[in-house]
């Protein structure tokens, strides 16, 4: 049900260039390797990944998802166990997972992986153990030219109040309570939520209901650099295809989608806005097509990503490290907001 949430399409449409860096590994010995050569290039990856944003890394050979854990524990510094997901993943080793469940034919929008959360990675790892016949990219956006790229008052606004992400935790949409919070127990649940700055209240059908306050602008923890952080648009009821929002309103109420953006004085966020950040992101998206074995390094804070369309197989793992927290909403001023 959660895949018939998004509009076919979004975040597909603008042409961008081939533009993600790439470093070619053809030194590593054999495939056996990854892990050794990524270990004696530990400093270079992360400067580089500091410098850009994100680049890809070509011939190193990865096949498995045991070949990414082994990467990871060599350029990370500590992997993250994923909560709050809004869509279902496997688990494969500590801090690699499985793509988020999503149909071939429905691209997600550009975002910044778990920018809800009290705690997000820092840094992101993706591995490519299988291509796509056409299509599947996992593109990227800066998040400091988007930043500057949106109309100032939009920005102004966001970067005062933040804004506020509303969850419902419906039978059979999107990601479970045990998938977002590694439990079903009630009082678990709770002390989560306490402890990470999220208000729940449980429904007279026992289903949960959740909001959260989160910065919209934030300054990056190395470079000081003020960034565009946040799934304003693609969490907002106006980027779900309008007949599935209809249907979900009816059967649920305007308050029981399963997640809904908003400013942070709890205002509604009109589709034009939402239309606004989801243009600006397509106009700076770049992207460059898998191939098997090859590695992408993505700085969480700087850089958004999304998922196209595809057709065929494709198995994305991803790796999540360096857990940092962004903060909470204070006062901001504009596009320099920290």
Known sequence: ML????RKNRATTAPAPDGLPVLDAADAPD???????????????RELV???????????????????????RQVAERPVAEREAFAARDRHTDGVYSSSAWPPNQPMCMHHELSYAFECPGLLMFA?????????ATAVADATEVLHALPAELVDRFAREGWLLDRAYNEGIGATLGQSFGTDDRGAVEAYCRAHAIDCSWQPDGSLRTRQHRPAVVRHPVSGRSCWFNQIAFLNEWTMAPEVREFLIEEYGPDGLPFNTRYGNGDPVPPDVVEQINKTYEA????????RGDLMLVDNIRTAHSRE???GPRNIVVAMADPVRPGLPGPQTGREAA
């Open 3 to 6: 895949s018939a949430l998004f």
């Open 31 to 45: 495939d056996a390797d990854a892990a050794a050569w990524a270990a004696g290039r530990r400093d270079a990856l």
């Open 50 to 72: 500091a410098e850009r944003g994100a680049l890809v890394v070509r011939g190193l050979g990865l096949r498995t998802p045991a070949d990414v854990e082994a990467v990871l």
């Open 128 to 136: 490519c153990l299988e291509p796509p016949v056409e299509g599947g």
């Open 284 to 291: 700076r998206t770049v992207r460059r097509s898998w191939q």
């Open 309 to 311: 369309a595809y057709r």
